[in-house]
């Protein structure tokens, strides 16, 4: 905890349903409402990886409340993918977070569905992104690719100096991020390619007019943007010299394995966009939904991730630094 700074890391297990959670607090509100904001995934069967992931993870959302102005602390939980989802093991997820009596605020994350969210739910109050059906907003995946969408027309016209449906763009992961960004692309005219472990996925992308590849092909193509939108540390030190791409701009969390690829992707000529910015608008959405706001709400808001990259380029320019050195003076502080 020193090493990382972070505040809080608490273990949970329950024998009765094989149910084992890691949650960590990167940091507090300074005005000490003590109320932390993060997802919770379902994810990672070695408690080792899963705790070094979380600590990451927990500080992106850390980031993401400063990007987006908003007085929370940042948090995030992983519950280990070890044990098949049962009723039971979903709520005592539901039960972990309830524990929490209200410190936690939570959205479901990568590895849980919105149905596993309904019955996470029926244990917890301290829930959100839940489906319309309950109440919700649904899957924060939407509004992340909205914010997305909006962001690629900045770093289109901006550091691509052509407009964004003139772009090709390669997408990592067809999850409910990426093949939400997939339609939105293509609905402009964008060529796109994607790929996914999962062939139904696939599938289903290929349907909307995306070109698909094999998974050890994506980070090859020769495209204007690369986004990956699946799990984190998916550009590290070993694959960095195979990119052809002019942008790095992805849904997933922590996409660069070590912050300190940032350099040596720039010395490529390859821009990286940190994602604790282009990816917050799913994050801005629980909180709407919190409050209780509506969809177009979300939608509407989602726009302010086209205001944070103006302001992080032109900082960027003035002060001759990387977007993820100027994100990182603008918002990186923790509070």
């Known amino acids: 905890m020193k090493k990382e700074k972070c505040r809080q890391i608490t ?26 904001s993060g997802g919770t995934r379902f994810a990672h069967t070695n408690e080792d990886i899963a ?35 049962t009723k039971e093991f979903l709520e005592s997820v539901g039960e972990f977070i309830q524990l929490q009596k209200g410190l936690f605020r939570t959205a479901i994350d990568l590895g849980f569905t919105l149905n596993d969210a309904e019955i996470i739910a029926s244990k917890t109050k301290f829930i959100d992104s839940l489906s319309h059906n309950i109440g919700g907003l649904g899957s924060t995946g939407e509004n992340t690719a909205e914010g997305m969408l909006h962001g690629f027309k900045v770093l289109a016209d901006k550091l691509l100096n052509k407009p964004l449906e003139h772009c090709k763009i390669s997408i990592q992961g067809l ?22 472990i999962d062939q139904p996925k696939c599938d289903k992308a290929r349907e909307l007019g995306v070109c698909i590849v094999a998974p050890d092909e994506i980070l090859k193509q020769e495209v204007d943007i690369l986004s990956p939108c699946a799990f984190g540390g998916i550009i590290n030190a070993e694959n960095i010299s195979q990119l052809r791409c002019k942008i790095i701009a992805g849904g997933a ?66 002060n001759n630094l990387t977007l ?3 994100s990182l003076k603008l918002f990186g502080e923790r509070k």
């Open 175 to 196: 999850g409910s991020v990426g093949i939400a960004l997939a339609k939105r692309l293509v609905n402009i005219g964008c060529k796109v390619i994607a790929s996914d």
């Open 253 to 318: 969390n922590n996409i660069l394995e070590n912050e300190s690829l940032d350099k040596e992707l720039n010395e490529l000529g390859i821009i990286f966009v940190p994602d604790f910015v282009i990816n917050c608008a799913g994050f801005l959405q629980a909180i709407i939904e919190r409050d209780g706001g509506t969809v177009e709400d979300a939608r509407e808001k989602s726009k302010l991730i086209a205001e944070r990259l103006n302001q992080i380029i032109e900082f960027s320019r003035i």
């Open 324 to 326: 993820l050195e100027s």
């Open 11 to 36: 273990f949970h297990h329950n024998s009765d349903a094989g149910m084992s959670a890691i949650f960590v607090i990167d940091s507090i509100p300074k005005n000490n409402s003590l109320v932390v």
């Open 51 to 85: 705790l070094s992931d979380c600590i990451k993870l927990a500080r992106a959302m850390t980031r993401k409340s400063n990007v987006l102005e908003v007085n929370d602390g940042g948090a995030k939980a992983i519950v280990l993918a070890n044990k098949q989802k």
